[in-house]
């Protein structure tokens, strides 16, 4: 049976895509800001919020390619924090795994989108939650799995992104199981697609997202017990908490006022999805 000990060890060696493989040892110290300059004075001063952002990572980053414009509901949830602090928003390209260099590097104040990891946290600072991220399973029709330990199975094939925070809870929670390994999403999701596995163990987001394009690709399933990663911020550490304070404050003020649920909802609708399609029983 699977014990949310189980889920808080798989979390924890967890990363998004193969960000781990660009964080800096605390030995290398963090890029020192002008003249001592803490990242909250610096954004006052310059009147500029400068952020990361992913191409093609709707929805929770996306770039037109024919206008150059960014959305999604981090860049959204960007411009509302902006707008707070009477700043103006600067947004630099970036990818997961080079967030935290981005950081460390002092090249961006905030990357939103963060797995939070032991690992991550001996270089870079967390915001609180963003939002709950329930992991999933994309399976093919008619599997008939419902649980963790239905999926725990040896005559089962999952395939997983390496590297990611679902790899690692699969492999936890999943080790009877033939687990494959694949560069990128598409490519575990194409394993099921030309019947070479059973399911895709992917986070809600990304799995509501690409059933939408794609209905044949499979069914739905969220394995109970539901377990969930967070979404967080990344701050460059520095000893001022400040800025990282700052942001605890207006992210936890704005979730009482329905912002960022409305946020996400309204760029969930962009890719065509709705409340509706959210899985019964699974909180943001």
């Not at 959204?76 to 997961?96: C, H, Q, Y």
């Not at 008619?142 to 963790?148: A, H």
């Not at 509501?208 to 069914?219: D, F, H, I, Q, S």
């Amino acid at each position: 049976m699977v014990s949310r000990r189980d889920i808080a060890t798989a979390i924890g060696a967890a990363a998004v895509g193969v960000a781990a493989a660009g964080i800096v040892s605390p030995a290398a110290a963090q890029a020192p800001a002008a003249g001592g300059e803490t990242a909250f004075e610096r954004i006052r001063r310059t009147k500029k919020l400068r952020i990361g952002a992913v191409a093609g990572a709707a929805p929770y980053y996306n770039k037109d390619i024919a206008t150059g414009q960014w959305g999604g509901f981090y860049i959204d949830l960007s411009k509302a924090l902006a707008e707070e602090l009477e700043v103006e928003l600067e947004i630099l390209e970036t990818t997961w795994g080079n967030s935290v260099l981005d950081l460390q590097a002092n090249k961006i104040d905030i990357f939103f989108g963060l797995n939070p990891t032991p690992k991550r946290a001996l270089v870079i600072d967390f915001s609180v939650p963003v939002f709950n991220n329930a992991f999933t399973m994309i399976t093919k029709k008619g599997l008939g799995k419902k649980t963790w330990d239905d999926f725990n199975n040896p005559a089962l094939k999952i395939t997983v992104d390496a590297g990611s925070s679902q790899d690692q809870v699969a492999t936890r929670l999943c080790s009877k199981a033939q687990i494959s390994r694949f560069k990128s999403v598409d490519d575990a999701a194409a394993a099921i697609m030309t019947g070479r596995a059973d399911a895709q163990c992917i986070v809600m987001m990304l799995s509501l997202t690409m059933l939408k394009k794609n209905p044949a690709l499979g069914e739905l399933v969220v394995p109970t017990p539901v377990f969930a990663t967070t979404s967080n911020a990344g701050f460059r550490r520095e000893a001022d908490q400040t800025w990282p304070k700052y942001v605890n404050t207006w992210l936890e003020f704005n979730r009482g006022l329905g912002l960022i649920r409305s946020v996400i909802i309204k760029n969930m609708e962009s890719v065509g999805i709705t409340e509706a399609d959210m899985p019964a029983g699974v909180q943001l």
